[in-house]
C-alpha cells in the first residue's frame, strides 16, 4: 500500500534553503551516512534555486511488451494516477532505474504537476518534450532528455513505496534537497539533528571564508583549532549579542 505523505514544516524549509548541498553531505558523512547524494540527478534549467520537500517516490521496471503499452497510461496504476496523489511542496523522486533512452514525463504531465504545487521533479532518468518541459516551470533534475515515451523502455509500477534513484534508497517521506551540485536526500528519521548541525555548519564555514577572504592560512582554520573554534564563537556570541 502506498505509504501517506507527510507535511513539512516551513521553518525546516527555510533553514535547509539555507545549507548547499555540499554542506548536507559533509554533516551527513560525519554521522555515516556517505551514500546520499542521487548521482545523475543535474538541474536541467541552470540557475534554479535552492529547493526542499519530502520525497514523494514513483518506481519504473524494464519494459515488458504486455504491459508497457500507450493503453497503460489509462490504467489505475499509472503515472497520470501517481501525479495525483502528490501533496503540494513534495519532490517527486523517480526511480527509472538510470534510463537514458525514453523520457519518462513530457510537458503536460510536468504541467499538471506544476498546477498541483508539486516543488521539483527529480529523476536518474530523462524527460521529454523538453522546451513544454521548460515552459510549464517545473524545477527538473535528470540525466538528460529523450524523444521516446517512457513504455519504450520503462514499464510503471508504484508511488509512494521506497525505491532506488541514483545508486541511493530513497523511502517516501525522507527530505530532498536539490540546487546546482545536485540531489542530496536526509533521512526522515533524522531530519531534526541533521537540520541543527547543518545550520551551523554553514555559519561556522561562512565564517571561514570571511577569514580566508582577509588572509588568514588554512592549516588550524579549516578546520578549526581549539583556537580558531574559540574566536568564531566569540565572534557568533559577539554578533547575537
Request: with cysteine.
Amino acid at each position: 500500500m502506498p505509504v501517506e505523505s507527510l507535511p513539512l514544516e516551513s521553518n525546516i524549509v527555510e533553514q535547509l534553503a539555507g545549507v548547499s548541498t555540499a554542506t548536507l553531505t559533509t554533516v551527513l558523512l560525519k554521522r555515516g551516512l556517505r551514500n546520499v547524494w542521487l548521482r545523475g540527478t543535474r538541474p536541467l534549467r541552470p540557475g534554479e534555486p535552492r529547493l526542499v520537500g519530502r520525497a514523494f517516490t514513483l518506481r519504473f521496471v524494464p519494459a515488458r511488451e504486455d504491459l508497457a503499452t500507450p493503453e497503460s497510461w489509462s490504467s489505475p496504476i499509472s503515472t497520470r494516477a501517481a501525479i495525483e496523489a502528490m501533496p503540494a511542496g513534495c519532490v517527486a523522486v523517480v526511480d527509472a532505474m538510470g534510463c537514458t533512452s525514453a523520457g519518462i514525463f513530457g510537458d503536460i504531465l510536468c504541467s499538471r504537476m506544476r498546477r498541483r504545487g508539486v516543488a521539483a521533479l527529480v529523476t536518474d532518468g530523462a524527460v521529454r518534450d523538453v522546451a513544454g518541459v521548460l515552459a510549464s516551470g517545473l524545477p527538473v533534475w535528470c540525466q538528460g532528455v529523450a524523444a521516446p515515451p517512457s513504455v519504450a523502455a520503462l514499464t510503471f509500477v508504484s508511488w509512494q513505496e521506497p525505491i532506488g534513484c541514483g545508486g541511493v534508497a530513497v523511502f517516501p517521506n525522507d527530505v530532498i534537497v536539490v540546487d546546482a551540485d545536485g540531489a542530496v536526500l536526509i533521512p526522515a528519521a533524522l531530519l531534526g539533528s541533521i537540520v541543527e548541525a547543518a545550520v551551523e555548519q554553514e555559519r561556522l564555514e561562512g565564517w571561514i571564508m570571511g577569514e580566508v577572504e582577509a588572509g588568514a592560512a588554512l592549516p588550524g582554520l579549516y578546520p578549526p583549532n581549539a583556537e580558531n573554534r574559540a574566536r568564531y564563537e566569540a565572534a557568533m556570541k559577539s554578533a547575537g549579542g
